[in-house]
């Protein structure tokens, strides 16, 4: 295991991603961590559900985007962008 030089900082919304998962869309079932940050390989659109307002929202990307949200869900309807990550 690597030595990790910051392991004693406390983490905050601006810190570096601690882990990641590719995304399946799903339109009944919320991710299993809630994101600091998506990141879209192929363009399309994202629809998601924001953290703080629930809102649902929809994102036209380009290619090799990484977004700064916090989400609970993206919905397989409404979205056509893959390529999925999820960061948190």
Known sequence: MPTDHHSNQQEGL?????????VTPSDST??????R??????QGNLKVRMAGS?????FVLDKHELLPIRVVR????????SNIVALW
């Open 74 to 81: 993206i919905f397989a309807t409404g979205t056509t962008a």
């Open 14 to 22: 601006t810190s570096p991603y601690n882990d990641a998962a590719a």
């Open 30 to 35: 919320d991710l299993s961590n809630t994101t």
């Open 37 to 42: 940050g998506v990141y879209i390989g192929a």
């Open 54 to 58: 629930g809102n649902d929202v929809t």
